[in-house]
């Protein structure tokens, strides 16, 4: 494993992250939770990528503060939350755009600007709800990110996707996803595959059986990818 720099805190624009540093020319990685976590839960991708080349790593604190702790991107329904917990299936967002989702792109945004790093040189990713912001964000951004990483998440409004996705086309992904995830269905996940694929998207799908996760199949495809846009 390569060694690292120590991690620090730092305010980037109108959001709290955890940042590795590299060297000044490395790539930037910007790695978002999922709903209910913060930015230290993913950060320890940074140590267990054994990545061949420098990568500088930020993990952002969502914007949302949760009752009984964590953070998140956007507002889940509390009836939509309640029922998942009596059991009702899992969430399903491609029809609609969750409220909150304008106002956490551009935080992102805003980080972005912050770093001073041209998007050429960005890689979005995310778990669950952060993947989901990835999506989006590689869609609003100025100009294409480097690629994108999308772990455990689900399509949301397809419609938007369809008709913005296009302008990013050629742009590379990887994708993971548990075949019996109660939270984020599988079926919403192949359909994200598919409507970027269709929009010219070129992505991996890693499918692993198991839940809301990334097991050890999801590292290996990820360093990989990773590997391959540094």
Known sequence: MKSLA????????????VEFPASADAPVAICM???GADMRDLSGLA????LKGPLRWVFPNG??????????????SEDRLAGYERGEGAFDLSGHRPPGMD????AVLGLVAALEVPWD?????GFSQGAMLAVELALAAPSAPRGAFLLSGNLVDAASLAERGPARKGLTFFQSHGSQDPILGFEGAQKLFEALNAAGWFGEFVEF?????????VFDGLTTYLDNLL
Do not use: N, T
């Not at 120590?6 to 992250?17: F, M, W």
């Not at 106002?103 to 551009?106: G, H, L, Q």
């Open 33 to 35: 939770h999922g709903f």
């Open 103 to 106: 106002e956490a792109r551009d």
């Open 6 to 17: 120590q991690p620090r805190v730092r305010r980037l624009g109108k959001l709290e992250a």
């Open 209 to 217: 059986k198991g839940g809301h996760a990334i097991p050890r199949p």
């Open 47 to 50: 140590l267990e990528l054994d």
């Open 121 to 125: 040189k960005v890689i979005l990713g």
């Open 63 to 76: 914007p949302m503060g949760l009752q009984g702790g964590g953070r998140a991107w956007f507002p889940i």
